[in-house]
T-cell receptor, first 114, second 114 residues
């Protein structure tokens, strides 16, 4: 079955630590996205990528970094510079970069700070 | 620029009652409009979307929405609520020209009472 997988389901970060969230898709989609979800705030875009080896900052990129070395993979690193990382992180993909395209979401990773 | 307003962070209905979730948008170009549903601790999945053509759009699980350009609205309805409809619902808008990245509303939590 085609879809998006995110791992781990839960992730714990210690003070000053960088952590990486995994996102893999087998839908052959060109575009991939990372969103942060906080209660009552909807989804906020962190980074997005339209094509391999290219990515763009979203609305809240500070304290985060990404890479897109393979079409299937778009990992997100939460760095120690992100002072309030506790949130639910969602990865998504779409076939391309046209506005009418549906986004397909993974099951999410919940990041907690120890 | 584009934006979405979802009226009511929580909507409570009885099982069998009409469901109405409100969404108003702002867009400087013809919009593409989406409703997504999120069950607890899961990713989002598409309920329905409007791109062009018929303004009444039917989606999964008996939901439908009507695009009203004059009212800049895209309200989501279902004639009879089921307990399984309890979830978070997000309205989103993207542009037919320029930025294709959707803007999400803050979400409405649907509570269904027996």
């Amino acid at each position: 079955d085609g879809g998006i997988t995110q791992s781990p389901k839960y992730l714990f970060r210690k003070e000053g630590q960088n952590v990486t969230l995994s996102c893999e898709q087998n839908l052959n989609h060109d575009a991939m996205y990372w969103y942060r979800q906080d209660p009552g705030q909807g989804l906020r875009l962190i980074y997005y990528s339209q094509i391999v080896n290219d990515f763009q900052k979203g609305d809240i990129a500070e304290g985060y970094s990404v890479s897109r070395e393979k079409k299937e993979s778009f990992p997100l690193t939460v760095t120690s510079a992100q002072k309030n990382p506790t949130a639910f992180y969602l990865c998504a993909s779409s076939p391309g970069d046209r506005g009418q395209e549906t986004q397909y979401f993974g099951p999410g990773t919940r990041l907690l700070v120890l | 620029a584009q934006s979405v307003t979802q009226l009511g962070s929580h909507v409570s209905v009885s099982e069998g009652a009409l469901v109405l979730l409100r969404c108003n948008y702002s867009s400087s170009v013809p919009p593409y409009l989406f409703w997504y549903v999120q069950y607890p601790n899961q990713g989002l999945q598409l309920l329905l979307k409007y791109t062009t053509g018929a303004t009444l759009v039917k989606g999964i699980n008996g939901f439908e929405a009507e695009f009203k350009k004059s009212e800049t609205s895209f309200h989501l309805t279902k004639p009879s609520a089921h307990m399984s409809d309890a979830a978070e619902y997000f309205c989103a808008v993207s542009a037919s020209g320029g930025s294709y990245i959707p803007t999400f509303g803050r979400g409405t939590s649907l509570i269904v009472h027996p």
